[in-house]
């Protein structure tokens, strides 16, 4: 249980909430890459609870930037983008991509003084197939966080976006939860039931495992562990890194290389983005008969796009039909009756609410990863907001190296920090390419 103070915190992304403010320290992803097109109409964007436009101008550089146009506020969402910068439709002036006014056609132009005006333009730049934006108080912006899975080349990588009915923090405490796999995903199997082979098994032989959290330079890091095979362990391990990044263990630690992105679009809506390398190994577990799990095959029909500040990567299945849930597959074969792993997810948790009362809430031992994670940004957005400390990470970048997800098997003999350490030397790392960027 959290008070609801302590709740409003966390979840409010506002430019004057601290929350807001904290997130606003880093690079925040914006919309795809491929989402913009030279020359065409501007994209209705919301982040972090402000109404924005991305577009991308006849050079191919993107601009976003507050939606309203600094003359007298209409849209230029309506705006036309042409050579070089987008033209508000009210009194046709026109902005590049760094916000600055280069037309003032309205005025005579001994009076016009479009040098002094700026559209409210963010630094921009593309990487990992995405858009990115800085929002925040400094005239230069940090450096790109240096995580393996935004440094994957184009050719390897894989990009799943969708939209969440609800807030951030409910999206990323899903994605650290790491009990809720055995009974949510997977819980209608019996140990018997998968590959004999699979180290997987041992997650359904001990539902109930032993944990150990512990905060870190770049968020939090957690293991689930329960015994295998005689001396050894079966670990899980999981990452929340600043400011809304989860690293999950749904594959081999060696070479999972994918991260969530839970994006707050405002306080009640989030955009997801799951990245991943697409070379990894481990497929999902497979029963004995080498089928598939019922039940986990990803779903992903979405809505058909609209304009609207929330008309982008709706998924078809969604509150207003229960998610397609199948009562009779929930008797048989699924325990929930939902299709796909994603849906599932994303049923439990926008049925929550689109801000869940965390004073309702009865955490246990099986939570004490959400427990420690949001204390960290509790602390985190406090100091920011009361003395102006920036957490460490944002200009230490190459700290993110040190968190990896992923599962193994490990002697019982090592402690869960030796067993990751161990492991994370060993693992498959992406070397550090950044892709050309505009600014
Ligand atoms: S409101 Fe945009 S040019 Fe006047
Ligand atoms: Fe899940």
Same mark, same amino acid.
């Given at each position: ?41 501007? @994209? ?49 002036? *026109? $902005?590049?991509?760094? #916000? ?70 409910? &999206? ?14 997977? #819980? ?25 959290? *512990?905060?870190?330079?770049? #968020? ?7 015994? =295998? ?46 990245? /991943?390398?697409? *070379? ?8 004995? &008969? ?5 039940? @986990? ?19 078809? =299945? ?15 074969? &699924? ?24 004073? $309702? ?19 985190? /957005? ?22 990896? #997800? ?20 060993? /693992? ?12």
């Amino acid at each position: 249980m959290l008070s609801a103070s302590d709740n409003a915190i966390l979840t409010q992304v506002g430019p004057d909430k601290p929350m807001g403010k904290l997130m606003r320290q880093f690079w925040i992803p914006v919309c795809l890459s491929s989402e913009l097109t030279a020359d065409a109409e501007p @994209l209705r964007i919301m982040l972090l609870g402000e109404k924005l436009i991305a577009f991308r101008d006849t050079a191919g550089k993107v601009g976003v930037m507050d939606h309203r146009c600094p003359h007298r506020c209409a849209s230029m969402y309506f705006g036309r983008n042409e050579q070089g910068g987008v033209r508000c439709v009210y009194h046709g002036w *026109k $902005f590049d991509v760094e #916000g600055n006014c280069i037309d003032m056609p309205n005025v005579p132009p001994e009076q016009d003084f479009k040098h002094r005006v700026k559209a409210r333009a963010f630094k921009v730049l593309e990487r990992s197939g995405m858009v990115w934006a800085y929002m925040g108080p400094r005239d230069t912006p940090p450096e790109f966080p240096n995580i393996d899975a935004l440094q994957i080349p184009a050719a390897e990588r894989s990009i799943f976006v969708h939209q969440r009915d609800c807030n951030w923090l409910q &999206s990323a405490e899903g994605d650290i939860d790491t009990s809720h796999f055995g009974f949510l995903h997977i #819980g209608s199997l019996e140990a018997d039931d998968v590959d004999p082979d699979s180290m997987h098994k041992w997650g359904i032989i001990g539902r109930a495992p032993e944990y150990s959290v *512990k905060e870190t330079p770049w #968020g939090t890091m957690y293991a689930a562990y329960r015994a =295998a095979d005689e001396g050894e362990r079966y670990y899980r391990f999981a990452h929340f890194l600043f400011p809304f990044i989860t690293f999950t263990p749904n594959g081999d630690f060696d070479d999972l290389i994918a991260c969530t992105i839970n994006v707050p679009m405002d306080d009640e809506h989030t955009m997801s983005y799951r990245v /991943a390398w697409n *070379k990894r190994t481990m497929p999902l577990q497979n029963l004995k &008969s080498g089928e598939p799990i019922p039940g @986990l095959a990803p779903e992903s029909d979405f809505l058909p796009r609209t304009h609207d500040w929330y008309g982008r990567w709706r998924l078809a =299945a969604n509150v207003d039909n229960d998610y397609f849930i199948d009562r009779d597959a929930q008797r048989t074969i &699924s325990f929930t009756g939902i299709q796909g792993i994603g849906r599932q997810d994303q049923a439990v948790i926008e049925s929550m609410g689109a801000v869940v009362d965390r004073t $309702f809430e009865h955490l246990a031992a099986s939570d004490r990863m959400i427990m420690v994670t949001r204390r960290r940004l509790l602390q985190a /957005a406090r100091a920011l907001d009361a003395n102006n400390e920036t957490p460490a990470i944002v200009d230490d970048p190459d700290a993110y190296r040190g968190a990896r #997800g992923g599962s193994f098997l490990a002697s019982d003999k090592l402690d869960w920090v030796a067993a990751y350490e161990q492991k994370l030397g060993e /693992a498959v790392r992406m070397p550090a390419q950044p892709e050309p960027q505009s600014v």
